[in-house]
């Protein structure tokens, strides 16, 4: 009845509400994505974009991403076990609703096509997506976010297609570092951190630049 529900209000053009089946089965707020709009309007878009779409390679596009992820990274500033100078005291200003109502927002618009600058190094960071680096230890990305950079929303894996290059290799040197993960005993950061701390900076500049262009 709910997805029934969800299905006719999307084609009589009523105000879009996403849901995830997670929220739908353990009582999660529930997203209301033009009411994240409204929001977005007045915290989100200098940075992200109006429709989600950064501009700025230094700050990530959100168009598309899953509100899972979303929704726990804004929880994660809020609680201060990410830290970030401008996101922290934004997010410490979120209701609970407030950050569901975003993240079905940026779930519902559509990511903007990116292309890697760098063919060459982004063919090395194929390999190294697909198939790790048996050498030493790496695990190929492809199996949490998928061929296509889709990521899995369920498992809050995050999609990573066509993000910008700098920013991804911002975070993987972070992850690295301890700058991020640290702070958080949830075990896809740990994972995260495990697998940044095999990456050498060029294999971490290589994947960050095929992702770039990953669709």
Known sequence: MKKLTLALYILLGSPFVYATE???NNGAIVGNAEAGKAKATTVCVACHGADGNSANPEWPSLASQHANYT?????DFKAGVRDNALMTPQAMALSEQEIADLSAYFASQTKKPN???NEELALKG???YRGGNQSTGLPACIGCHGPKG???GAAKYPALSGQHT???QKQLEDYKSGARGSKSDQ???LMMRQIAQKMSTEEIAALAEYIAGLH
Do not use: D, F, R
């Open 115 to 117: 292309a890697a600058a």
């Open 187 to 189: 075990s896809t950061k």
């Open 126 to 128: 194929e390999k190294i």
């Open 150 to 152: 889709s990521g899995n």
């Open 71 to 75: 929704t726990q990274q804004l929880h």
């Open 22 to 24: 997670q929220a739908a």
């Open 166 to 168: 700098k920013y991804v």
